[in-house]
């Protein structure tokens, strides 16, 4: 099994946090491929994807009911992290730029020329680029 990065490492710091995998694809597939996509509408997909939602439906009704399960998931947090804090590597005031885009300010957005011809941003470029000339 491989990992990636998501943003459940940073959620993981501020709250208490699960995680469940379940089979949608057939063993072996490389991830983020295309094989990946041809099996998305396969009967294993889909039996993955309702066992999961399952999974967490189940989860959210045991905590609605039991409110306790919240509270001792908060008191091992506290615990395990035994007074860590998280912190964001992230600067504040930092905001993404997006793609094809040179500068984001009051007057608009404004693009790259080679961006102009991208093939990802040719049918926006194509309805608004009287706006950026």
Known sequence: M??????????SWNCPTAQVTVTTWAAGTPG??????????????HKGLIYAAKVMAGAAIDMYEDPEIIA?????????????TY???IP?????RALG????GKNGV????DWAKCNLLLPFYRK??????
């Open 72 to 84: 001792k998931a908060k008191a091992e947090m506290k615990e395990e992290l035994d007074g860590d």
């Open 92 to 96: 504040d005031g930092s905001r993404p």
């Open 87 to 89: 912190h964001c590597p």
């Open 110 to 113: 404004s693009f790259r020329k």
């Open 101 to 104: 885009v040179e500068r984001q």
């Open 32 to 45: 983020h491929s295309w094989q990946v996509v041809s099996q998305g509408k396969s009967g294993l997909a």
């Open 2 to 11: 491989s990992f990636g990065s998501t943003d459940v490492g940073d959620v």
């Open 128 to 133: 608004t680029k009287k706006q950026f000339d």
